[in-house]
Every structure is written in C-alpha cells, then in structure tokens.
C-alpha cells in the first residue's frame, strides 16, 4: 500500500495549531518510534547527533498525519471524502511535448512503472490519433491494467481519451476494453470562443453532442466515463453547470475540470470548483476532478485549489511535461498534500513516493525532456546545498533546510546487497540490479543487453545505475528497427574535412555502406546516414550529455527531427509539423549520435509505414488536443 509515512520533517512546528478537530486528534497521536536513518529529522536527527541544539529538543515536534489505506475503486464515489484520486497523463498530454513521442515499448515500460508509484488512473493515450497508439494503449490495457502491484494488490484504471465522436469513442473503448478497471475520457469545448471560432456550433448543439457521447460510451459497455467540457476555466458557469448536469443523467462518473490554457488564478479556480460542487445538479453522484495547464506557472497552485474546494480527482504528469508549458506535476502536488496534509483538510493519496525519482528519471529517459537543475522534489538542485549559511545550517540539523527527506522521494538507492558492477559481474547479478530498478525485460532482450552491457563494463571500471539506464534505452526501449548500424568511422582535426564512413544492416540483413564529409565528425556521419536512407529530414535539436563524471563516462545523445518540405524534396509525411525524437547511447561520441539519429528515423518510418497500412489515416495523423 502506498501510503503517507508519519514523519516529523514535513510539518513545521512553526505552523499554527490544527484547526479542524481531525487535525487536532491526529496531532495528538502518539506514533511508534523508528529508527534514526541517514536523512533522519526532528527528534531522530536530535538522538542520534548528541550535540544538537538543545533548544532543538525542546521545540515541539509535530508528527503529519497518518494516511489510511486506499480505499475500494468505485467510478462514481469515494467512500472515504479525504482520498484523492490521482490521474496521471504523461502518456497522454505529457507525449503531447514537441518531440516527447515514446515508443510502444517505452509507453509499457513507463506505465509499469506509473503502477509501482500508485496512481489510480493511467491515461493511456489518444487511441484514435494512430494505430499505433491504440495499439500501445491496449498492450498496457491487457498486462499494467490486469496485474496487481505492491502490498495491496493495486490494479490502476486504464483511460483512453477521445472526442466526443462514435469513431473515437469505439477506439478508445476497442484499446481499453481489456482492462480489470477500463474507462473513456472523452471532451468537448465550452467556452464561447472554442464554440465559436473552433467547433462552430451553437451551446445547444454542444450540449446535445456531449449528452449523446456520454451516453453511447456507457451503451458499449464501459462502467466508468470520464467526460471533460474543454477550456471550462472560461467556460460561462451556468452553461457549464447545464452541460454537466445533463452528462452526469447521461452516465458520466468523473466530471473533470480542465483550465486548459493555464490562465485562472489559483483563487479564481478554487471557487470554479466550488461554485460546480454547489450549483450543479446530481453532482453527488459523480467526482470532480481537475486538470490544469502551466502557462502562468500555476498548474499545481491551481490543482492544489481545486482539491481544497472539493475536487477528488486530480490529473498531472510526471515531470510536469505536456502541451506548451505542460501540467501539474504530479510530484510537486503529491508531496504538498502530504507535507501540508492537515492544512488541506486531512487530505491523502495512494501515491508511493518512495517511487517518484525513479518514475521521474525513466520518463526523462524515454521521453528525452530533461528537467531543470532548480525543479521542485526532482531537480538536482532540490536537495543540494550551496550557501555557506544554508550548509552550517544543515550539519546541524537537516530540518532548518529541508522541509522533506531524499528518502521519502527515493533519491538514495542503496544496494542493500553490496553489489558493485563491473566487468567481472555475471547475468544474475546485473539482472538483479535491473530488478532494482524497476525494469523488466524477457530473456531475449535481456541478451541483447547483456552484449551491451559487456562491451561497456571492459571499458569502464564501475557501471552505474546511471549507465544502466542509459544503455536499457538504447538498446531496449527503441523504436522497430528497420535500420540498425553496422559500424561507423569517422576522422576529423585541423588537417583536413572531416570525413565519415557509416554501414547500415536493413531489416532484411542486407548492408549499405555511405561515406561522407561534413564539417565536423557527426555532421559528416549524419550526412553519411542520409546517403543510405535517403529520406528528407530537418534537424530540429540535437543535445548531448554525459550520464556519469569522468572521461570514461557514457554519452547520450537526443535529436529531434521533422519530415523536410521545402519545395524540391517531397514530403514523408501529410502531417508536416509532426517531429520525432531519438536517443542514443555509447562511449563514443560519434557513435552515440549515429544511434540517436537512426532511433529517430526508426520512428519517422515506422508511423508513415502505419500510416500507410491504415486507410483512414489522414483523418486521424494531425489530431492533437490542447484539454
């Protein structure tokens, strides 16, 4: 079970009294002792550092509340009104990010993971946007949303979003249908201006698709119908009230409420959410819930709002990741609700935080947007300590400096078997360190791994989990491979052009050979690369990073690229705004890139080719959605 643990550094003792009697009976509450740890606070960190403070152990140490165990999963209802629900997007809006397109293994690997950390709902994706998404989202459909996970055998909800559309909804339902706990979001715009200038249609009209859709998703079977009115934070309130009352009649469970430009104030929210909680009609029989965007920088002040004023469902992305400047993050309001639990009215979840890190680096990994250095709980600068003030502070006590511990995020793994890897280690215990850290993979491309994993150990003194992860995404989590390399050379300096020879192996085994110069090593592969494969392509972004310290270390590499349409290259692709991301990893930094280049041109051709096999692909490649 995923619970809140009990521990003295979330709350402050600065804080005012407990003003609701439930507060005040659990701060009264006596919690058994534990033991001092490493990023121990309060009166743990006082006992086990003798010369603290004594005005330390005299300040009031008030312990935050214990949360209770999640309760039964019911579409309609919570049974207990202080749990929130929480909805997680990452696969859905998060992969909305310019670049962010996961593959099918990477959405699965990465929803696995969503289960281990606990959220109630995983949206899936947008079954109808390509056959290669609903594909993806029935796969985790029939294994994530059927398989049982940590102490309490959680099976999270597995969402498809749709328009309000049959055509939509039938896919959403065909990718979701397999789940233990399956349900269809599906949305239509509100305000005036979408009504008007996007779907041209009158309130009436509106509220009789809605009505009907709701109604036809529930018609097909599915218990649980999530329905969303777009852009409801400049929606008129007694046109909003109107249209949910009438899908809540129609069998909708979930009344989500997107501010879905970003642009309400986190007290104008709040008294959005509250005016529907009070003004709309059988509201009581379905569960309000929230989904704001970050465009002022408010999404998790603004869902923080909504869960005050009553919503019990709440939906975030890991990382914050989404359209434009991306969503509530699902750390940052996790871990407010739990630090400042009796200020948000004994508020809980059923998140496992001990799971955040990890969730946060892999999502990283596969999706290639990595955070900033200043992020709130997963930044790398969230728990460091620069200032000569701030450090003097922290060797005396942890508590004047940091409001939670790394450990409750899960920022320190240590290996509790002593296990160091290296060239020496052998597949049961690099397969274990896989386990550790929340992968699983079949025997097959566990080989494949383990090749990688060799060639690199020869090289490297000590494997990281950093290098583990790193070489898991490059040779696991990539794309259909319909061009893998070979080998490439490359020379370059002060002498001369900088040339490149590049071998690609095709799907059939067949290999072709390019060669190339370029301005620089990486410029004259890529040029190699594209000798071979001859597809038209833009380089949008390229990026590198070390993954460890040293000179040793493993490189990763991301590029963005998009279909090349200027006028004397014919397009790849109908959709000519839609841009795939690749990575790549290796030693070398030519190498890296090459990798990072062909994972990207895996992608491009893999969705053209599902293009291609789909007849009603043009009506469905371009859909985006800005909830």
Same mark, same amino acid.
């Given at each position: 079970?995923?619970?809140?643990?009990?521990?003295?550094?979330?709350?402050?003792?600065?804080?005012?009294?407990?003003?609701?009697?439930?507060?005040?009976?659990?701060?009264?509450?006596?919690?058994?002792?534990?033991?001092?740890?490493?990023?121990?606070?309060?009166?743990?960190? =006082?006992?086990?550092?003798?010369?603290?403070? /004594?005005?330390?152990?005299?300040?009031?140490?008030?312990?935050?509340?214990?949360?209770?165990?999640?309760? $039964?999963?019911?579409? @309609?209802?919570?049974?207990?009104?202080?749990?929130? +629900?929480?909805?997680?997007?990452?696969?859905?809006?998060?992969?909305?990010?310019?670049?962010?397109?996961?593959?099918?293994?990477?959405?699965?690997?990465?929803?696995?993971?969503?289960?281990?950390?606990?959220?109630?709902?995983?949206?899936?994706?947008?079954?109808?946007?390509?056959?290669?998404?609903?594909?993806?989202?029935?796969?985790?459909?029939?294994?994530?949303? %059927?398989?049982?996970?940590?102490?309490?055998?959680?099976?999270?909800? !597995?969402?498809?979003?749709?328009?309000?559309?049959?055509?939509?909804?039938?896919?959403?339902?065909?990718?979701?249908?397999?789940? +233990?706990?399956?349900?269809?979001?599906?949305?239509?715009?509100?305000?005036?201006?979408?009504?008007?200038?996007?779907?041209?249609?009158?309130? #009436?009209?509106?509220?009789?698709?809605?009505?009907?859709? =709701?109604?036809?998703? /529930?018609?097909?079977?599915?218990?649980?119908?999530?329905?969303?009115?777009?852009?409801? &934070?400049?929606?008129? +309130?007694?046109?909003?009230?109107?249209?949910? @009352?009438?899908?809540?009649?129609? &069998?909708?469970?979930?009344?989500? !409420?997107?501010?879905?430009?970003?642009?309400?104030?986190?007290?104008?929210?709040?008294?959005?959410?509250?005016?529907?909680?009070?003004?709309?009609?059988?509201?009581?029989?379905?569960?309000?819930?929230?989904?704001?965007?970050?465009?002022?920088?408010?999404?998790?002040? %603004?869902?923080?709002?909504?869960?005050?004023?009553?919503? +019990?469902?709440?939906?975030?992305?890991?990382?914050?990741?989404?359209?434009?400047?991306?969503?509530?993050?699902?750390?940052?309001?996790?871990?407010?609700?739990?630090?400042?639990?009796?200020?948000?009215?004994?508020?809980?979840?059923?998140? %496992?935080?001990?799971?955040?890190?990890?969730?946060?680096?892999?999502?990283?990994?596969?999706?290639?947007?990595?955070?900033?250095?200043?992020?709130?709980?997963?930044?790398?600068?969230?728990f460091a300590h620069e200032s000569g003030i701030h450090q003097d502070g922290m060797l005396k006590?942890?508590?004047?400096?940091?409001?939670?511990?790394? @450990?409750?995020?899960?920022?320190?793994?240590?290996?509790?078997?002593?296990?160091?890897?290296?060239?020496?280690?052998?597949?049961?215990?690099?397969?274990?360190?896989?386990?550790?850290?929340?992968?699983?993979?079949?025997?097959?491309?566990?080989? #494949?791994?383990?090749?990688?994993?060799?060639?690199?150990?020869?090289?490297?003194?000590?494997?990281?989990?950093? #290098?583990?992860?790193?070489?898991?995404? @490059?040779?696991?989590?990539?794309?259909?491979?319909?061009?893998?390399?070979?080998?490439?050379?490359?020379?370059?300096?002060?002498?001369?052009?900088?040339?490149?020879?590049?071998?690609?192996?095709?799907?059939?085994?067949?290999?072709?050979?390019?060669?190339?110069?370029?301005?620089?090593?990486?410029?004259?592969?890529?040029?190699?690369?594209?000798?071979?494969?001859?597809?038209?392509?833009?380089?949008?972004?390229?990026?590198?990073?070390?993954?460890? $310290?040293?000179?040793?270390?493993?490189?990763?590499?991301?590029?963005?690229?998009?279909?090349?349409?200027?006028?004397?290259?014919?397009?790849?692709?109908?959709?000519?705004?839609?841009?795939?991301?690749?990575?790549?990893?290796?030693? #070398?930094?030519?190498?890296?890139?090459? /990798?990072?280049?062909?994972?990207?041109?895996?992608?491009?051709?893999?969705?053209?080719?599902?293009?291609?096999?789909?007849?009603?692909?043009?009506?469905?490649?371009?859909?985006?959605?800005?909830?």
């Amino acid at each position: 079970m995923a619970s809140s643990s009990a521990k003295p550094y979330c709350c402050s003792s600065l804080n005012p009294a407990p003003s609701t009697p439930l507060a005040r009976r659990a701060a009264l509450s006596v919690l058994p002792a534990a033991k001092p740890r490493r990023f121990s606070h309060g009166l743990a960190a =006082v006992a086990a550092n003798p010369r603290a403070s /004594r005005s330390a152990v005299l300040r009031p140490v008030r312990a935050c509340l214990a949360a209770p165990r999640r309760p $039964e999963y019911v579409p @309609d209802r919570i049974d207990d009104p202080n749990y929130v +629900r929480i909805f997680d997007t990452t696969l859905r809006d998060g992969e909305q990010s310019p670049g962010a397109t996961m593959t099918s293994a990477e959405k699965l690997v990465v929803a696995r993971q969503l289960a281990r950390l606990g959220v109630d709902i995983i949206e899936a994706g947008f079954p109808a946007s390509s056959p290669d998404d609903l594909d993806a989202v029935r796969s985790i459909a029939i294994e994530v949303g %059927n398989t049982p996970v940590g102490e309490d055998g959680h099976v999270p909800v !597995i969402c498809g979003l749709s328009r309000c559309n049959k055509r939509d909804i039938d896919a959403a339902w065909e990718a979701v249908r397999h789940a +233990r706990k399956p349900r269809i979001h599906t949305f239509i715009a509100t305000s005036e201006i979408h009504m008007q200038h996007k779907l041209r249609k009158t309130p #009436d009209q509106v509220v009789a698709i809605a009505r009907e859709m =709701v109604a036809y998703a /529930r018609g097909l079977g599915c218990p649980d119908v999530e329905f969303s009115p777009e852009d409801a &934070g400049r929606s008129n +309130r007694e046109f909003l009230y109107h249209i949910l @009352d009438e899908v809540i009649k129609a &069998g909708a469970t979930t009344l989500n !409420i997107p501010d879905t430009v970003g642009y309400t104030l986190p007290h104008e929210f709040g008294k959005l959410i509250a005016d529907i909680k009070a003004n709309t009609p059988g509201i009581e029989n379905a569960i309000i819930s929230t989904h704001c965007q970050n465009d002022l920088g408010l999404a998790s002040a %603004n869902t923080l709002a909504g869960a005050y004023a009553g919503a +019990r469902q709440l939906e975030v992305t890991i990382n914050g990741i989404g359209e434009r400047a991306g969503n509530a993050s699902l750390e940052e309001v996790v871990m407010a609700i739990k630090c400042r639990r009796e200020l948000l009215g004994g508020l809980y979840t059923g998140i %496992n935080s001990q799971h955040i890190t990890m969730t946060s680096k892999m999502v990283q990994e596969h999706s290639g947007l990595h955070v900033q250095p200043h992020k709130a709980i997963v930044g790398a600068n969230a728990f460091a300590h620069e200032s000569g003030i701030h450090q003097d502070g922290m060797l005396k006590f942890k508590g004047t400096y940091e409001i939670i511990s790394p @450990d409750d995020i899960g920022l320190t793994r240590a290996n509790e078997f002593g296990i160091v890897l290296g060239k020496l280690s052998g597949r049961h215990a690099v397969r274990t360190k896989l386990v550790e850290l929340g992968y699983e993979i079949n025997d097959k491309e566990f080989e #494949d791994f383990f090749k990688r994993y060799k060639e690199v150990a020869e090289k490297k003194k000590r494997v990281t989990d950093e #290098d583990i992860e790193a070489l898991l995404s @490059d040779e696991i989590f990539q794309p259909k491979v319909i061009w893998s390399l070979g080998d490439v050379q490359a020379t370059c300096g002060t002498l001369g052009l900088s040339t490149a020879t590049v071998k690609l192996i095709t799907i059939d085994g067949e290999e072709k050979i390019g060669c190339s110069v370029g301005t620089g090593p990486v410029d004259a592969a890529y040029k190699a690369v594209d000798q071979i494969i001859q597809i038209p392509t833009v380089l949008r972004e390229y990026s590198m990073t070390s993954v460890t $310290e040293g000179i040793d270390a493993i490189a990763t590499t991301r590029v963005v690229i998009t279909g090349d349409v200027s006028a004397d290259k014919p397009a790849l692709t109908s959709n000519s705004n839609r841009s795939f991301s690749g990575s790549g990893a290796a030693m #070398d930094v030519v190498v890296s890139s090459v /990798r990072a280049y062909l994972s990207a041109l895996n992608k491009m051709s893999s969705y053209v080719g599902a293009v291609k096999a789909s007849s009603e692909a043009p009506e469905t490649i371009s859909v985006q959605t800005t909830e």
